[in-house]
Structures are given as structure tokens and as C-alpha cells.
């Protein structure tokens, strides 16, 4: 066990040795300021000017130590006719040091850069009251921040400077030159392109016109009328003369004994004949009986059958 603590206690007393040769590193506080770097958490500071009491900061501080007070004025029109407007007076913004814990939070929700980041240190009391610093104390550390480093020059303006560049609403129309035209120094102004229309059209588009040979045989449409029966076709004459009406065909009828029928005269006539003879004899006997039923003409058997 002793020789494990010999050789441990040489090594020490060698560290020592070579620490005795060499010159100190402690920087001697008060009397020589240290070099802290730019984004040193030493102190916040506050420009009073950017701040709108929006009270975001002391809602989002996880302490509770920023104590904020306003109230409210009314601020004339800028132009004739206008509205008067209201804005936020700031009567007190404190913070208390003493239960910060310097977390940055404020610093970062506040959304019009009214709070920053001081290196400065030197601000210790004797009493723990004092520690609570008002927007005087806090609006003197802002000569001790540091500038912020250089934008990218490849990079947009910062919303400030594109806000800050704008013309007034109530110039624009007095900085433009009569006559139309514009300054020498002017950017052109963009060409306009009127769009289109993509909806299709409500209306049906009209046919292409048609050369003068096809249109000779477009017909036009015939409007639709009500299709009518078709009428009976014609019958030949033999068949008319073979047909007998209802009474006829009645009397040609053989009765029964003891009934009455038509008489015999009717019933000769209602037959047909056989030839031209026999039609001119049945009229012969049709003539002398006074009977008034006429005999159409009629087509033997042989003579259809020739046909």
C-alpha cells in the first residue's frame, strides 16, 4: 500500500513544481477589466421607444420579475378628415434582478426589438431591494450593447428598412410627375397581361360553314308530324266483285222449312253467275219481276284461273 502512495505523492509535487515556473493566468478583478465576449448574458437593456406594452414579455417570463405599467392616449388624424388614434404610453417597465434567472426569454418574444443583451456586469448592491432597476437604469445600458455583426449581403432587407422605405399613403399621389410620365431614375414599370377566360363558353358554337357541293345535299329536317294510319290497299276487281254485302249474304243463305226467306228473285240475284249468259238472263228475269237489285258483273272461275 505504501508503494502506491509514494510514486502519487512525487507526481503531485512535481505539478506543483512546474506550476511555480509559470506565469498566472488570473485576471486581477477590479483592477483589470476581463474581455467578454459580444453576446455575454450580463445585464438586459431596454429602449424605451420600440416598446408598445404589449405585455408579451412579462407574460412569457417563467420568474415573474418584469413589472409593466401604461395607459392609453389619443393621437390626432395625420390627415384632414381622418380618425383619431389610440396608443400605449409606457409609465413603468422594471425588472427585478434578484429572481431573474437570465434565461433570454423576453429578449426573444419581444416582437419590436425593445429589449437586448448588455455584457455589462457591474451592477451588484449591498441590499437585495436595489436590484429591482426601473426603465431609466435599464434604457443607460443600452450605450453598452454591441452592435449586432453584419448581414449576409446576399440576403433580403430587413423588415425595418423595407417598411422605413416606403413612401406615406397620403404622397403617393403628389410624388407622381404630371403629364404621365416617368422620372429618369424610375424602375420601368411591368407590362400588364390581361388572363383569359378559362370557363367554356354557356352557348353551343355554330357549325363550320359548309362548301357549296355538300350543302346542295343537306335536306333540311322535316318536322315531326303525327304518323297517319295507312290506308287500305286497292283491290283487284275480280276480288270487288266476289265480295257480297251483309244482306246478301243473308238472303244467299238456304232457310229452313217453314220459315220465311227472301224470295226467289233475291236469292237468284245474290249468286253469282257462272258466265256473261247466265248474268244477262238473271237480268232479263230481274227486269220482268220489278225487282230493283242489280248484279255487278262478276269474273268466271276459268277466266281467274287464266289470269
Not at 103 to 114: L, T
Not at 155 to 178: I, L, W
Request: one cysteine or more.
Amino acid at each position: 500500500m505504501a508503494d502506491g502512495i509514494i510514486p502519487g505523492l512525487v507526481k503531485g509535487l512535481a505539478t506543483t513544481a512546474k506550476s511555480l515556473t509559470r506565469h498566472t493566468h488570473t485576471a486581477e478583478y477590479p483592477d483589470v477589466s476581463p474581455a467578454l465576449p459580444p453576446r455575454s448574458r450580463g445585464v438586459i437593456a431596454l429602449t424605451e421607444e420600440n416598446c408598445t406594452s404589449c405585455m408579451l414579455c412579462a407574460r412569457e417570463c417563467p420568474d415573474w420579475c418584469i413589472y409593466i405599467d401604461s395607459h392609453k392616449e389619443e393621437l390626432p388624424p395625420t390627415t384632414p378628415g381622418g380618425r383619431a388614434r389610440q396608443r400605449n404610453v409606457l409609465d413603468r417597465f422594471a425588472i427585478d434582478f434578484s429572481l431573474c434567472m437570465y434565461c433570454g426569454i423576453c429578449i426573444e418574444v419581444c416582437p419590436f426589438d425593445a429589449l437586448h443583451w448588455s455584457p455589462e456586469f457591474e451592477y451588484a448592491e449591498t441590499d437585495i431591494r436595489d436590484l429591482l432597476h426601473e426603465k431609466d437604469r435599464l434604457g443607460a445600458w443600452m450605450a453598452t450593447v454591441p452592435a449586432p455583426p453584419a448581414l449576409d449581403p446576399g440576403s433580403a432587407d430587413p423588415a425595418e428598412v423595407t417598411a422605413a422605405a416606403k413612401p406615406a399613403r397620403g404622397s403617393a399621389g403628389a410624388a407622381a410627375p404630371t403629364g404621365g410620365t416617368r422620372g429618369a431614375g424610375a424602375a420601368p414599370r411591368p407590362t400588364r397581361v390581361r388572363r383569359e377566360a378559362t370557363t367554356p363558353p354557356t352557348t353551343a358554337p355554330e357549325p363550320a360553314a359548309q362548301p357549296a357541293a355538300e350543302q346542295s345535299r343537306v335536306m333540311p329536317a322535316a318536322s315531326p308530324e303525327p304518323a297517319a294510319s295507312p290506308e287500305p290497299a286497292a283491290q283487284p276487281a275480280a276480288e270487288q266483285t266476289r265480295v257480297m254485302p251483309a244482306v246478301e249474304r243473308t238472303a244467299a243463305l238456304p232457310t229452313a222449312e217453314g220459315t220465311e226467306g227472301p224470295s226467289a228473285s233475291q236469292q237468284t240475284s245474290a249468286l253469282p253467275p257462272a258466265d256473261d249468259a247466265e248474268a244477262e238472263r238473271a237480268a232479263d228475269q230481274a227486269a220482268a219481276q220489278g225487282d230493283s237489285t242489280q248484279v255487278l258483273p262478276t269474273v268466271s272461275t276459268d277466266e281467274e284461273g287464266s289470269e
